[in-house]
Structures are given as structure tokens and as C-alpha cells.
């Protein structure tokens, strides 16, 4: 059981925004500014798209953003297109000098 | 450009240790803390540990402590990982991932190990 917990997966039509869900606690994500998203597509490597200290990698489409309320972090995707169909998941530094990660959410366009 | 190599996929037995290397380059590697993490399929993944900049210290999460090495070699701008006394539970992709701004931004390919009698 991953320590941040975000939904299994999350579907979306083309042209469709979705939201994807992180939730920690208060000796993380809502203790820090230090959560990052990244995307990893099936055999491939993670790559960052979007954190809260640096925002977007260049390269990293503004249709994906990033907020947070309380101990919730959001990764929203606008105007999904079929190769944002990938897992993505959360990370976020803690109290205890560790990274926590969610357990990855499947991103379906369907 | 930034690029960490993994060496190749791992098979061993139960109890025996494991080292794994990432080849850095295109950044100078003693400037950068890396990061090590695990993904154990049907899992989210889990952060092992990290090693500093310079080399001269590491942290490891608590579950691997006593069995986790991470080691810098500056002379050929690569890390290591070494975890002992493997067990079944172990089987996973590793990844080294270079830290960036209290995140990753460039990660290895993965290197994967096997843990089976």
C-alpha cells in the first residue's frame, strides 16, 4: 500500500479534461510545497511534467497543471489527446527526509 | 544532454546480494544528489534512498536499513546500489534518478531483478 493515495485510473474522451488525485497528510504534501507529477508510458522510463517548485519541464505541454488544497494534490489534464494515455503518479517530500509515492493512477483515452 | 544508463536485468537467489550501476553523463555528477527507486509490479513505487552530491553521505528508508549500500564513484561518474540478504519481495525495476528541486528530473531506464530459487 502506497503511502499517497491516488484513484487506480481515470478515463477521458479526446478534448476532455480530467483531474487526478494525491492525497497525504499534513507531514507531506500539506506540510510542503514539494509535490511533483510524473508520467510513464508502458516499457518506458518516468518523466517529470510538472511540480510545484519548478512547474513544467520545457517541452511539457501547458495543458497539464497542478494544485492542491489541504493535504490533496491535483494533476489536471485539458484537451486530452491519445499519447497522454500513460500511468501517472505523485511524489512528495515528508517530515521524515523521505520521498512518498502514490500508487499510480492509469489514464485511459478512450 | 543528461543520460543514466542502468546495467542489465539481475536474476538471483534468495539471501544473495545484488549491485546495480548508473552510468551518468552530460552533468556533472558531484553537483547532484541521486536517488534510488524501486517498482514492484502491481505496486506504486517506493523510494529506497539517496545519495549526496558530493558523495560523502547517504540516507536510506527505514525498511532497508543495514541491507542498502549506495556508493558514488566520481572518477567514472557513476553510482552504485547494493542490497543484501534478497528475498522473493524484492523482485522489482530499480531506478536511478537524478534529484532536481526536491523531485527527479532525469531517471535511469530501469534495471530489473529477479529473486527466485
Known amino acids: 500500500q502506497s503511502a499517497l493515495t491516488q484513484p487506480a485510473s481515470v478515463s477521458g474522451s479526446p478534448g476532455q479534461s480530467i483531474a487526478i488525485s494525491c492525497t497525504g497528510t499534513?507531514?507531506?504534501?500539506?506540510?510542503?510545497?514539494?509535490v511533483s507529477w510524473y508520467q510513464r508510458h508502458p516499457g518506458k522510463s518516468p518523466k517529470r511534467i510538472i511540480s510545484?517548485?519548478?512547474n513544467r519541464p520545457s517541452g511539457v505541454s501547458d495543458r497539464f497543471s497542478i494544485s492542491k488544497s489541504g493535504n490533496t494534490a491535483s494533476l489536471t489534464i485539458t484537451g486530452l489527446r491519445p499519447e497522454d494515455e500513460a500511468e501517472y503518479f505523485c511524489?512528495?517530500?515528508?517530515?521524515?527526509?523521505?520521498?512518498?509515492f502514490g500508487g499510480g493512477t492509469k489514464l485511459t483515452v478512450l | 544532454q543528461v543520460q543514466l544508463v542502468q546495467s542489465g536485468a539481475e536474476v538471483k537467489q534468495p539471501g544473495a546480494s545484488v549491485r546495480i550501476s548508473c552510468k551518468t553523463s552530460?552533468?556533472?555528477?558531484?553537483?547532484?544528489?541521486m536517488h534510488w527507486i524501486r517498482h514492484v509490479p502491481g505496486q506504486g513505487p517506493e523510494w529506497m534512498g539517496i545519495i549526496n552530491s558530493g558523495g560523502g553521505g547517504s540516507r536510506y528508508a527505514q525498511r532497508f536499513q543495514g541491507r542498502l549500500t549506495l556508493i558514488r564513484d566520481t572518477s567514472t561518474s557513476t553510482d552504485y546500489l547494493e542490497l543484501s540478504g534478497l528475498k522473493s519481495e524484492d523482485t522489482a525495476v530499480y531506478y536511478c534518478?537524478?534529484?532536481?528541486?526536491?523531485?527527479?528530473?532525469?531517471w535511469g531506464q530501469g534495471t530489473p531483478v529477479t529473486v527466485s530459487s
Open positions: 534518478a537524478k534529484d532536481f528541486s526536491w523531485g527527479f528530473d532525469y
Open positions: 511524489v512528495s517530500y515528508s517530515s521524515d527526509d523521505t520521498w512518498l
Open positions: 510545484e517548485v519548478t
Open positions: 499534513n507531514t507531506d504534501i500539506g506540510g510542503y510545497n514539494y
Open positions: 552530460g552533468y556533472t555528477l558531484t553537483r547532484y544528489h
